[in-house]
């Protein structure tokens, strides 16, 4: 069982910058596909941004609503996940969450994932 503790959120106004970690305990993280994924009140949960197992060199993808400002990336050594999130905006205000799955591939459905974190609030004021 895969226990995933997220921290970083916080407030910050628009154009600033958050790094979210997410630490993984009770598996072999690098055996693990990483996402991240967020939440904002009254909506559906919304892919962010996933990562492979970096066996054989980092592959990443994201949603096109973060494209260019957020970066997903990992540290295999400290069981972590980062997202570092640049020019932020108002509208990325969210609980963001990441997950793990025991996978290969990328994967961008919520419904392929494992294991998840309870989420960190990151609100970008205007």
């Known amino acids: 069982q895969v226990q995933l503790v997220e921290s970083g959120g916080g407030l910050v106004q628009a154009g600033g910058s958050l790094r979210l970690s997410c630490t993984a305990s009770?598996?072999?993280?690098?055996?693990?596909?990483m996402g991240w994924f967020r939440q904002a009140p009254g909506r559906e949960r919304e892919f962010v941004a996933t990562?492979?197992?970096?066996?054989?060199?980092?592959?990443?993808y994201y949603g096109d609503s973060v494209k260019g400002r957020f970066t997903i990336s990992r540290d295999n050594a400290k069981n972590t996940v980062y997202l570092q999130m640049n020019s932020l905006k108002p509208e990325d205000t969210a609980v963001y969450s990441c997950?793990?799955?025991?996978?290969?591939?990328?994967?961008?459905?919520?419904?392929?994932?494992?294991?998840w974190g309870q989420g960190t609030q990151v609100t970008v004021s205007s």
């Open positions: 997950a793990a799955a025991q996978r290969e591939r990328l994967l961008l459905a919520q419904s392929e994932y494992d294991y």
């Open positions: 009770g598996g072999a993280f690098s055996r693990y596909v």
């Open positions: 990562i492979n197992r970096n066996w054989s060199g980092t592959r990443t």
